[in-house]
């Protein structure tokens, strides 16, 4: 008797039982469950054909191997390899290509997805199942290793060592994980990829100083690596310094950096302490594309703690915020931050005389944003709760459009109560007016 035989009669009177007795218990489904799946599987193997290695296309077989490749990967010279067996061919120390014996110029493989389409596409037809890939963790590990040792020792080198480095370095971490968790694992890695920036001058070669932070930014996407960037003293001062100066992009990638490692509640008061703020602020309000949503975010993040509060109120934040409001520039994300400081007795002085008042009103009658009319409601009512001399200005609204009464009935919960806590204090100032 067949093993597919003898499951079938099994599955038979698991199904008879789970009919017909009543008091049937959950086990006895799940076994059937088991059993079924056991049976789908043998049903899938009898259907799929064995590969005649003969009848492969060639530029389907590994050259190394000589069978089908299941993970084909391209190296520097062009050629596609099976993943593990040209990983292992790299891991002993072989600098040239197998195939064409060329020096080959890095040992970054990058994955080749339409031969990979193609093999696929192969099998399916014919009905052969895919070959699975063969994974050896220690020798794709070991060569990773390896070359990112080999990169950081470029860091000590000539400038041109320092750039190609870089340049490949950026590149890694940003496509494989793998490497930005080497660094939290190599105590010296993070010293020694800082080296080539010195403080102060981390602008002199501008190509080197983009790369290098870029990287610092890939790195920052890690847990990991959050506190171990932080603690660096020279991290977080270079990334503050490149906020500053440096290519657009450079800026923007500092700013994105300084947002990731913020997401550590430990790090924000070690990145507010060292100024980064100010550079921030300016990075938002000299008003780059690219550079903007970056430094927005990181402010955000930064201002959840109350001291940093204080120090963005008194580095300008609330003029430069509320004037791209006004310009309808980042709305959504500026707006969540003036909540934030409003919780700031100058700030709110600040937005009352900046003209804060008809542009939150303006909003909570235009916006399609509940989120943004919510914020907008949050502002205002502390302005109002502070300052009586605004209360005519969101009386004149309130005739002219109801538009709090409308935000009163319809808007969030949240936003349902600052409205209405806002018109009760207009009614009571019209009501003590009047008497």
């Known amino acids: 008797m067949t093993k597919e035989t003898e499951l079938g009669k ?3 009177k698991l199904v008879k039982t789970i009919l017909v007795e009543e008091d049937c218990t959950v086990e006895v ?11 789908k599987e043998l049903k899938i193997k009898k259907s799929l054909k064995v590969v005649d290695n003969t009848a492969i296309p060639e530029e389907f077989r590994c050259p190394i191997s000589t069978k089908i490749m299941s993970d084909p990967v391209v190296l520097a010279t062009g050629q596609t390899y099976d993943r593990p067996f040209i990983q292992r061919w790299l891991n002993e120390g072989h600098r040239t290509c197998p195939k064409t014996q060329q020096v080959i110029s890095h040992t970054i493989l990058t994955p080749n997805h339409l031969v990979q389409e193609m093999i696929s596409k192969w099998c399916y ?4 199942e895919l070959p699975k890939p063969l994974v050896d963790e220690d020798v794709h590990a070991g060569a990773d290793r390896g070359y990112l040792k080999s990169l950081l020792e470029k860091m000590s ?23 930005r968790a080497f660094f939290s694992d190599t105590s010296d890695a993070i010293p020694k990829l800082l080296d080539p920036l010195s403080r102060g001058r981390a602008n002199t070669h501008p190509d080197l100083q983009e790369n290098l932070i870029t990287t610092i930014f890939n790195l920052s996407i890690h847990e990991d690596n959050k506190q171990l ?32 490692l913020s997401t550590l509640d430990s790090n924000k008061l070690i990145i507010g302490k060292s100024g980064a703020l100010r ?22 993040n930064l201002c959840l703690v109350l001291e940093n509060k204080c120090r963005a109120v008194r580095e300008g934040a609330v003029r430069v915020i509320l004037k791209k409001i006004m310009d309808s520039i980042l709305v959504d994300e500026l707006l969540a931050t003036l909540v934030i400081l409003a919780s700031q007795p100058k700030a709110v002085e600040e937005m009352g005389m900046l003209g804060a008042v008809p542009c939150l009103l303006g909003i909570m009658r235009e916006s399609s944003s509940e989120r943004n009319k919510e914020n907008c409601s949050a502002i205002l ?6 300052d009586r001399t605004k209360w005519p200005l969101v009386m004149e ?33 019209a009501s003590i007016t009047f008497c």
């Open 29 to 39: 489904i799940d076994e059937a469950m088991r059993i079924l799946r056991v049976l």
């Open 125 to 128: 037809e014919r009905g052969i």
């Open 381 to 386: 009512h502390t302005i109002c709760l502070n």
């Open 10 to 12: 099994e599955l038979e």
């Open 229 to 260: 960037l932080a603690e660096n003293p020279h991290a977080i001062p270079l990334l503050v310094e490149s906020v500053r100066f440096g290519t657009t992009e450079t800026r923007s990638n500092a700013a994105a950096a300084l947002f990731s």
């Open 397 to 429: 609204e309130e005739k002219a459009n109801a538009t709090l009464s409308i935000l009163a009935e319809h808007g969030t919960s949240r936003a349902k109560r600052k409205a209405g806590g806002i018109l009760q204090m207009i009614k009571r100032g």
């Open 279 to 300: 550079p921030l602020i300016d990075l938002l309000k000299e008003g780059h594309p690219l550079a903007m949503k970056d430094a927005a975010s990181a402010i955000f």
């Open 157 to 179: 080198s000539s400038l041109s060592d320092q750039k190609e480095a870089a340049k490949e370095l950026r590149l890694l971490t940003k496509r494989m994980p793998s490497f």
